[in-house]
């Protein structure tokens, strides 16, 4: 099979490229599964903290579920896809590791639920988002119609799936969709950047504070705060709490695992 999924480390910081650019990097079955088994190398690897996840070629972040892969589906093929797809987009949403997304140009259909999956979402001018599934007479089925409505509100979201149109990035920006612009020659710079800062905190704090953060939305503030706390006595059964603290006593820089 294609090597769809390329992945590059600097330090703590890995790059994940997803590299199909003759169909703008559109998501087929081979496309999910190596881009799920490089993010579980990555989940299980404690030196990565922070992932970088961008798609290859000038023009995409990710197209889209590949169309060609679904046009002759049957409803159970679909069924299985649309799993398959989850468990992509499952295991991004829930990694130990901090996960931005670098997003360089067209993110539509599945590219866009991708995106959203991310822990954050730094876009070039050049990027495009979309829901455009309603013009091929299917919804979202990666978790665009979860995942949308919890970013940007119910009726943008609406919005989107109906008219199917593409959203540039500013527009995604004032939305919420979008966490920072940036020139296309500057993104991936912007994001290694925020990856530093990002790398040089505590890893195990910033993936509690995240479970804590992504549990916390689906649950009422009552239960969400009680998860608080628990998550937060955790933190400090890490090495990282006494050294976090401490360094701040003795005035010096933390130095963390
Ligand atoms: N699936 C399969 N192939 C795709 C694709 C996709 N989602 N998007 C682009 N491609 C392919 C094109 O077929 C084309 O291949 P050929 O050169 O072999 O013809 C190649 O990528 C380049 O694309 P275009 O020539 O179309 O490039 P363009 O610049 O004219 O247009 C575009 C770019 C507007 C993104 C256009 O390609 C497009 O509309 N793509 C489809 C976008 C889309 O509808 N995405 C949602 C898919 S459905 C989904 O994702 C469902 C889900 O949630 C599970």
Redesign the pocket.
Known sequence: MAEYVKTARDGGVATVTIDRP???N???PGVLKQLYEALCRLDDDESVKVIILTGAGE??F?????????AAMTPMEAKA??TL?HRTMDKTASMRPFVIAAVNG?A??????LAMACDVRIASVRA?F????A??G???????TQRLPRLVGLGRAKEMLAT?R?VKAEEAYAMGLVDQVTQPEALLDVCREKAGRIAANSAAAIALGKQAMNSGVEMTLEHGLRHETGLFALAFSQPDQAEGMQAFLEKRPAAFR
């Open positions: 003759e169909a703008l559109a998501l087929n023009k995409a990710v197209a889209g579920a590949d169309i060609a892969a679904m896809f649309s797809g067209f539509l259909g599945g590219g866009c639920e495009r979309g829901i455009p599934e013009t091929l299917v919804i979202p089925g990666f978790g665009g199917g593409q």
